[in-house]
Nanobody, 115 residues
């Protein structure tokens, strides 16, 4: 059974930082590219970042490029998202996912950016 468990969310002021973590199990993590996606209230799921299976390549949409950094530790089956210079628009539930559409994702962790 595929299992993705996110953690690290919280409340942060604009301009602040958070680091999200995801523990994966039930599949061969080191052979799959992985993603982070998010969903803000009343909005569709949005792709945030992805990383190749070995971590050599990363990709970001314009909305997160230069502020977010995705990384992974294949020895520990873990995925990370370092988020800097957070804005109120970044408020959402963040999911670790196997695909950009979030068809296979975890239960999510809430990130709230507010003063």
């Amino acid at each position: 059974e595929v299992r993705l468990v996110e953690s690290g969310g919280g409340v942060v002021q604009p301009g602040g930082s958070l680091r999200l973590s995801c523990v994966a199990s039930g599949f061969d993590f080191s052979t799959l590219a992985m993603c982070w996606v998010r969903q803000a209230p009343g909005k569709p799921l949005e792709w945030v970042a992805d990383i190749s299976s070995r971590g050599a390549a990363t990709y970001y949409p314009e909305s997160t490029k230069g502020r977010f950094t995705i990384s992974r530790d294949n020895a520990k089956n873990m995925l990370f998202l370092q988020m800097n210079s957070l804005k109120s628009d970044d408020t959402a539930i963040y999911y670790c996912a196997q695909d950009r559409d979030g068809l296979v994702r975890g239960q999510g962790t809430q990130v709230t950016v507010s003063s």
